[in-house]
C-alpha cells in the first residue's frame, strides 16, 4: 500500500499507514501502531519524554506536524493523532540542535580558541548542564548597531533605556572572534525555559568550564556581563 493522506478541516494532512499487518497492527515506516493498545510496539528513537511507546505523546517539543506548517512552540500533541503527527520519530531533540548550533558558532571563531571553546562545552555536556552559544563573531557593522542601542545618534545614553555593550565597532574581541556569549537552559528536556540566576550552580558550572579552558567571565568585571566569556591574549581588545 502507497503512504497517503486525508485532508482535514483544519489543513493539515492525517497520514495513513504504509500497510496493515496480518496481526492486526499498522505499519508507519519506522515503527508499527497497535490500536488495540493506542501504543507503538517498538520504543521512539529519540527517545524523547517518559513513554518511547506513546502516539506522538511529545511534550512541548516538535513532535510532531506533518507536513503541513510548523509546531508553534509551546503547543502540546498530547495523543493527537488527527493534528499533530509523529510519523518516523527522529525529530532532532533540543540538546541535539544546541550541540549544532554551538558547533556552527564555535566555527566561526578565531582557529587558536575553537578547540578551547568545544572543550568547555564538552565539559559542560558532561555535567548535564545545558548552554548555548548565542553570540560569537560580529562584523563590524553589527557591532556598532549593537552599541547603538540605548543610545542617540551622538552616542549618548538615553534615560531609561538599556545599553547593550560599551563597545563600538572594532573595540571588541567578537570583532575577532576571541569571545561568545552564552545563555544557560533550565533542563533541555522539559522545555527551551532559560536559566537566569547568574548566581546559581548552572553558571557556576559555565564559569568554572570556561576558566577551566581558559576563558575570561565578564559576570567579575566592575560592569558585570554575565553572558560574555573571552580570550584576549594578543589582542588589543578587551570589551566586549
Known amino acids: ?61 516538535a513532535h510532531y506536524i506533518f507536513p503541513i506548517s510548523a509546531r508553534p512552540e509551546g503547543t502540546h500533541v498530547n495523543n493527537d493523532p488527527v493534528n499533530w503527527i509523529d510519523l518516523w520519530g527522529l525529530q532532532k531533540t533540543r540538546r541535539e540542535m544546541i550541540e549544532e548550533s554551538n558547533a556552527a558558532h564555535i566555527s566561526t571563531l578565531d582557529p587558536s580558541i575553537q578547540d578551547s571553546a568545544t572543550n568547555m562545552f564538552s565539559d559542560l555536556n558532561k555535567q548535564g548542564v545545558d548552554a548555548g552559544i548565542v553570540s560569537s563573531y560580529r ?35 567578537h570583532n575577532s572572534g576571541m569571545a561568545f556569549d552564552v545563555e544557560v537552559y533550565k533542563d533541555l528536556d522539559k522545555s527551551w525555559e532559560k536559566d537566569w540566576d547568574f548566581e546559581g550552580p548552572n553558571w557556576q558550572a559555565v564559569r568554572d568550564a570556561a576558566e577551566n579552558n581558559g576563558f575570561e567571565a565578564g559576570y567579575y568585571w566592575e560592569k558585570s556581563d554575565e553572558p560574555h566569556f573571552q580570550k584576549s591574549e594578543n589582542t588589543n581588545c578587551s570589551t566586549n
Do not use: C
Open 139 to 173: 562584523t563590524v557593522e553589527e557591532q556598532n548597531e549593537l552599541y547603538q542601542q540605548g543610545r542617540d545618534a551622538d552616542g549618548n545614553e538615553i534615560m531609561g533605556q538599556k545599553t547593550v555593550t560599551d563597545a563600538k565597532g572594532g573595540e571588541s574581541l
Open 1 to 61: 500500500m502507497r503512504q497517503s493522506t486525508l485532508p482535514r478541516p483544519n489543513g493539515r494532512l492525517l497520514i495513513l499507514p504504509l500497510s496493515e499487518r496480518p496481526e492486526g497492527t499498522y505499519n508507519y515506516g519506522y515503527r508499527d501502531y497497535r490500536p488495540q493498545a493506542a501504543r507503538f510496539t517498538t520504543v521512539d528513537p529519540v527517545r524523547d519524554g517518559h513513554n518511547w511507546f506513546a502516539y506522538t505523546a511529545g511534550r512541548d517539543r
